[in-house]
């Protein structure tokens, strides 16, 4: 049965989101702020998330670029921001879908099942390096390869695209969800450490440094 993760501060909202999909005979669950869609993303591993934008700690783009650069998930933004500029930044930035509130249940509904019949990506491959977003695992040689959360979150957004370089700004907003960088090498520490278990797994050259550019994975 597919499952829908709805990230909606609005009760009221959430509640009726929730009965229409089960009885559309989907599996749901509720979060009402960022980090707890981050939290429920993670330990739910939906199919579907219903995402809204204006959340209590912070704006749902935070939510869509973080699902988007590790997982393969689908998100709908689901907002009453109804302006051609915030739909056209938000599909560039990945989102599969957007309705406007007031909507219609059953043209939520049908945009649902739309979003639920196309497959997804389950695996990205750059040789002997496999990463399964769904399962949260990653094999080198067919043997799971031990990393941390984060280490999985910035490995999964370098393999989705194989020789494209990311800024450590660029890498600090989607994992971390932040774009503050002043004095911190915390991206740095972390794609060290990345590095020298793909090292120790035998995997030489497949991360790459571009000096005052930034990382990537080789293709």
């Known amino acids: 049965m597919p499952h829908v993760l ?3 501060d609005d009760l009221d909202i959430a509640t009726v989101l929730q009965h229409d999909l089960q009885e ?11 980090m707890q869609g981050l939290t429920r993303a993670r330990e739910h591993d939906p199919d579907l998330v219903v995402l809204d934008l204006n959340l209590p700690d912070g704006n749902g783009r935070e939510v869509l670029v973080r699902l988007k650069s590790t997982t393969g998930v689908r998100v709908m933004v689901l907002t009453a921001l109804d302006s051609i500029g915030e739909k056209v930044e938000l599909l560039n930035l990945g989102a599969n879908d957007y309705l406007v509130k007031p909507y219609n249940p059953d043209e939520l509904l049908a945009r649902v099942a739309v ?3 196309v497959p997804v990506s389950d695996v990205f ?3 002997d390096l496999e990463l399964f977003p769904s ?20 490995l999964a957004l370098l393999m989705k695209q194989p020789g494209k370089v990311y800024s450590r700004a660029y890498i600090h907003q989607a994992v971390w969800g932040k774009e503050d960088l002043y004095n911190s090498n915390v991206v740095d520490v972390h794609l060290s450490t990345l590095r020298n ?15 005052s550019v930034g990382y990537g994975m080789k293709t």
């Open 6 to 8: 709805i990230i909606e």
């Open 24 to 34: 559309a005979g989907y599996e749901t669950a509720h979060a009402g702020s960022v």
């Open 115 to 117: 979003q639920l019949r």
């Open 125 to 127: 491959r750059i040789g």
């Open 135 to 154: 399962k949260q695992l990653v094999t080198c040689h067919g043997k799971e390869l031990r990393l941390g959360p984060t280490e999985f979150d910035i």
């Open 197 to 211: 278990k793909l090292r120790a797994a035998g995997l030489y050259g497949y991360l790459r440094t571009v000096r």
